[in-house]
């Protein structure tokens, strides 16, 4: 038998190649597959549906508004464009310093992205209500095991990394640290001991090595020493009693809750080790490991936020369909010729499943009795004769 040219269209589902069988009532041509004996109309706008794909992506990145791209007859070409998901493959590939954090946006949605540190391609994302042990580990599910995760300190993501990847260490981002510790203290702290540790706060971000680390530690141990009495003042509720907290029924608290607060976090940080993983000597070879999760915040949150800036007034779907498409071009290899074809693979298999569903509920829908709805003739009889006393 002749063999098939390989340039002869393929079928989507089995990938075998077709002939030319005939011609349909609009008069497209018609082919057939003989390994699946199934025979579909396939147009030419393959190609063209790949330019329209392309040339959306391209204005929803950009700054153009709808008007100057044809108004309403942007928007009805566009119609079935929202409807392609862009998913990310999962990764099989080992990273060696990944980067994991949220962002918000309306309507109560928050994009969950974990984003190669080295090299800044998107790795995996996926939608959540809030920032919870379950969505993290959906996040990491599945993905190898990294030397070092960064992320912003968030507990749900510290929490699900330690029981997706026990083996790895995490890294707090400094930057966040640097805020938290701002918010604590102001800008301006008022108390000498405020001014010392917010001087001290500032210099994790310029460490570069192991023993600048130590020497950090050891200026905020000398300083914990020189304070201690002042961080371990308390406050009774007799002494204070118009106070708010004496008001809320607590009996004691700290005085200087915030300075006592910004201490404690700063050393049960360096103890646990997430405060310089980055630096640790015993790390294994990948290259340098960044201490911040600036590269996720600008690389990939930030374009996201413009986005959405840009294209203001769209409803939740498109919103997050616009997330979504920035987050697959960011991956690595991202290929859009493939989306189509995807998609509508996709979409075959939810349709056979849905009319497989029908077609099973339909069964149960007549006369007979649905598998363990039916009575059982032992639950109205019973298997001995009842005594008969009236004789």
Known sequence: MRTRSGRARKRPLCGGPMQKYGRAASGRQRWRCRACRLSMVAGNGGARRVRELESFVSWLRGGRTQEECGGR??????????????????????????????????????????????????????????????????????VPAPDVLAGDGMRGMETAARAEWPDARLQRCLAHVQRDTRRDLTMHPRTQAGRELRKLSLKPARVRTAEQAAQWA???????????????????????PGSPEALAGRKWWWTHERLRRSCKRSERLFRDGRLFA??????????????????????????????????????????MRACEYECFMRSPGPDLKALPEAHETRERTRASAKAQQERESERHTGDEPAPGSGVDWNELHASTPYPNNTS
Request: charged content about 25%; some cysteine; proline content about 6%.
């Open 278 to 319: 980055h630096l640790d000597p015993r790390l294994p070879e990948g290259g340098p490991a960044p201490g911040t999760t600036n590269r996720l915040e600008g690389g990939v949150n930030s374009p996201i936020r413009r986005i959405l800036v840009n294209h203001r007034g769209m409803i939740q779907a498109h919103m």
């Open 73 to 142: 007859g942007f928007r009805r070409r566009v119609a079935w464009r929202w409807q392609v998901e862009p998913l990310i493959a999962l990764p099989a590939t080992r990273r060696h310093v990944p980067m994991a954090d949220g962002a918000y946006i309306s309507h109560n949605r928050c994009l969950l992205v974990l984003m190669d540190g080295v090299t800044g391609e998107v790795a995996r994302f996926r939608w959540c209500a809030h920032e919870t042990i379950a969505a993290y580990r959906a996040l990491l599910h599945g």
């Open 218 to 240: 050891e200026a905020l141990n000398a300083w914990h020493e020189r304070w201690r009495g002042l961080v371990g003042e308390r406050t009774t509720a007799k002494q204070d």
